[in-house]
């Protein structure tokens, strides 16, 4: 029987807001009711997208591109790679949908997802052409509210700049581990689920990683501070 | 009591469990280790520093923005169809999915049993057919010839003609066991071309001497003899069987084989 939830697709799904990404950060996997309602609603639009329907998937995609995307760039830290990357995912995410198992449809893209960019990366540690473009180009940077003052503005850019750029310098399986828990709100269980890895290793990744971050910001852990 | 300089304080600092500092920053130290952390904390000034810093990495880490996306990813009609590809297509992709991973083992096991089929119904056959010739050479017995396996010397009487010498199945002589083993080839061939030399009546208790020793053999190298005759069909079937199962289990693992070639997705890895 197909089962219709209606919910309407929260911000938080997106997952491109951090307070929501850090409010799901719980040590233990929890289902909250909002979890359990957004299994049912992406099974029922699995379920239809495997029966046929394009605009049941076009829905999926809607409401995990943006996650996807952020996601990915974070990872490969180039905005092209990221796209090309994401779109791979959905690909192999639609020609294989009657194979979803299990209760999580963002786990399991997510799954795909970053094995795309781990794709990307291997693929780029081959051939470094240009290893991180992205660095120079400002244009993802979110546009200032009207209450920022220019000054505070610019040193919130160059704070996040500093960040990522650290960020881009410790290994790829820390750095997913950090922007899937810190960023994305996936607990420890589910990122070790989704990267195949045991509990202990995923912990030990995110707190080598962060250990690493710190040293590689020296004397501009300082921007973080304030 | 002295106070220990920067320098003795970072040598101590060092000592200390910067990844239990690191843990107990976020919360995820607990009991014996929490206490630790905690006394490390309160009694080294870097370890605070340490704590209070992987909490603020945590904190801007989360509050990194995020990248807009820099195209729509919907799926037009067009590229769902291309992806989806025809049924068969898909039923390809399905077998070459971790579903279908018992398959192959089943296939291989299916193989090996196919083969075993194949050789045990294979080698009896190869073995009456190159042990016949040589009982045929020393032995009268009937049932050869009944069983409808011409014996070489009945194949050289067809060849020689009616004026040929009688083959021991039809009551000649049988050259003695000693000279059939000292003499070899056309020797032994030319024992049975030489035209009977005795009268038929001599030739009779030749005859009867081998009779008895065919009758007596006739239960025990009957059964021997009419062992393979008789389980021809059995072995035939084993070896239908056989060639069956094994050329079954090739094609499923070839067709296994292509499809995971062809539709296997890294991405699902």
Not at chain 1, 81 to 95: H, K, M, N, P, T
Not at chain 2, 105 to 123: K, Q, R, T
Request: glycine share 6%; charged share 25%.
């Amino acid at each position: 029987m197909r089962e219709m939830v209606d919910v309407t697709p929260s911000d938080s799904l997106s997952g491109v807001d951090p307070a929501t990404g850090a409010a799901d950060a719980a040590p233990t996997r929890v289902l909250k009711p909002n979890d359990v309602l957004q299994h049912a609603r992406d099974k029922a639009l699995v379920e239809r997208a495997v029966g046929g329907d394009l605009e049941a998937f076009n829905e999926i995609v809607l409401l995990y591109q943006d996650y996807l995307f952020a996601l990915v760039v974070r990872v490969v830290r180039d905005r092209d790679s990221a796209a090309d990357a994401v779109q791979e995912a959905l690909f192999s995410c639609y020609r294989n949908l009657d194979r979803f198992r299990g209760d999580s449809f963002r786990s399991w893209l997510t799954r795909i997802a970053l094995n795309a960019a781990t794709d990307v990366l291997r693929y780029r540690k081959r051939r470094p052409a240009d290893p991180y473009p992205e660095w120079e180009d400002d244009a993802w940077q979110p546009p200032a509210g009207e209450e920022a003052s220019p000054e505070r503005s610019a040193m919130k850019r160059h704070t996040q700049r500093v960040l990522s750029e650290a960020l881009a310098e410790i290994t790829s399986d820390q750095r997913k581990a950090i922007v899937m828990y810190d960023v994305e709100g996936f607990d420890y269980q589910e990122i070790a689920d989704i990267t195949g890895v045991s509990l202990g290793t995923v912990k030990s990744r995110i707190h080598r990683g962060r250990l690493a971050l710190r040293d590689l910001l020296g004397k501009n852990m300082e921007l973080l501070r304030e | 009591m002295a106070v220990p300089n920067n320098q003795s304080l970072s040598a101590e600092h060092r000592r200390h469990d910067r990844l239990l500092v690191a843990r107990f920053a976020v919360g995820d130290a607990s009991g014996a280790q929490e206490h630790e952390a905690r006394d490390l904390v309160r009694r080294c000034s870097e370890c605070a520093a340490l704590a209070a810093d992987i909490t603020a990495i945590s904190t801007s880490v989360a509050q990194l923005p995020a990248a807009p996306r820099s195209r729509d990813f919907r799926f037009t009609s067009d590229q769902a169809a291309r992806m989806r590809g025809s049924r068969f297509d898909r039923w390809l992709r399905t077998i070459s999915g971790s579903g279908w991973a018992t398959v192959r083992p089943v296939a291989a096991v299916a193989l090996s049993v196919g083969l075993v089929m194949s050789v045990v119904g294979f080698l009896p056959i190869l073995g009456a057919a190159s042990t016949a010739p040589a009982d045929t050479l020393f032995t009268t017995n009937a049932p050869i010839a009944v069983a409808g396996q011409p014996s070489p010397e009945q194949a050289s009487d067809t060849r020689t003609g009616p004026g040929a010498a009688p083959s021991p199945a039809q009551g000649g002589i049988e050259p003695p066991l000693g000279v059939a083993e000292s003499t070899a080839g056309g020797q032994l061939d030319n024992a049975y071309l030489q035209p009977p030399t005795s009268a038929p009546e001599q030739q009779q208790p030749v005859a009867q001497q081998t009779q008895p020793t065919s009758g007596k053999a006739g239960t025990g190298n009957d059964l021997g003899r009419q062992l393979p005759g008789s389980s021809n069909g059995l072995r035939d079937l084993i070896l239908f069987v056989g060639i069956l199962v094994t050329l079954f289990a090739l094609f499923v693992l070839a067709l296994l084989y292509a499809a995971r070639r062809r539709y296997y997705d890294p991405l699902l890895r």
